[in-house]
């Protein structure tokens, strides 16, 4: 018999999350627990209810958003896993709901075979990966704890692991530049530089680096 994995749907939109709601259940192993319409709405709603394995989380929403919730379910439920379900498609959002615990990123207007792709490697292995978020970064979620900065798999200097920790807020590059004293020519060969030492190509993949080498902390 298949394990049931339970999930919360956690979105202001009533008619979308009753369409979500409707299409997980028709995925074999995966039953709805139950639906919020913010953050607060959640915890409220986890009262008489056991805990579910999922978590699909929008952002922009009232009361208690994306990045509130997110936090809040990584210090409380520990063996939840997050997975945003959002229209925003910018780094900031991303970086910043990364930090916040989330173990995967899509896109409102994804196809529902890659919902449930997303579902069956979150439940298998974690994490997903897609491309918002480099498949470059699976070594560095799949081992274990992080690192200090001096048993990087990867030496880097000083200047470099200033700029990856700016990288890893919601600074432009220009405003790291102005916050490093240099110019933003210089920012870029920083960043140039990284991608090339560590094999990666956006800016995601930096933060994600940073995040499981233990170079920033987590909100």
């Not at 959640?42 to 997110?70: C, V, W």
């Not at 991303?94 to 173990?103: C, D, E, T, Y």
């Not at 919902?115 to 974690?126: M, T």
């Not at 890893?168 to 405003?175: G, I």
Request: aromatic share 8%; charged share 20%; net charge neutral.
């Amino acid at each position: 018999m298949t394990n049931t994995t339970y999930i919360a749907l956690v979105d202001d939109h009533v008619l979308l999350r009753a369409a979500l709601a409707a299409l997980i259940n028709s995925f074999d192993g995966y039953r709805v627990l139950f639906e919020a319409d913010h953050g607060a709405h959640f915890i409220e709603q986890l009262k008489p209810r056991q805990a579910p394995d999922i978590i699909l989380l929008d952002i922009t929403m009232p009361i208690m958003n994306g990045y509130e919730t997110a936090s809040w379910i990584r210090q409380n439920l520990p063996h939840a896993k997050v997975v945003v379900l959002s229209m925003m498609e910018n780094d900031a959002a991303i970086i910043r709901m990364l930090k916040a615990g989330a173990k995967g990123y899509l896109l409102k207007d994804t196809k529902p075979t890659i919902l449930l792709q997303a579902l069956n490697q979150v439940r298998d292995e974690g994490f997903y990966l897609n491309e918002l978020i480099s498949n470059k970064m699976l070594y560095y979620m799949n081992s274990q704890g992080g690192r200090q900065a001096d048993q990087l798999p990867v030496q880097l200097s000083d200047r470099e692991l200033q700029f990856l920790r700016y990288v890893c807020t919601e600074k432009t590059y220009k405003e790291i530049a102005a916050e490093m004293f240099v110019s933003p020519r210089t920012v870029d060969s920083y960043r140039d530089g990284l991608f090339e030492k560590l094999g990666l190509t956006s800016r995601i993949g930096l933060v994600l680096y940073a995040i499981k080498n233990g170079l920033v902390m987590v909100t």
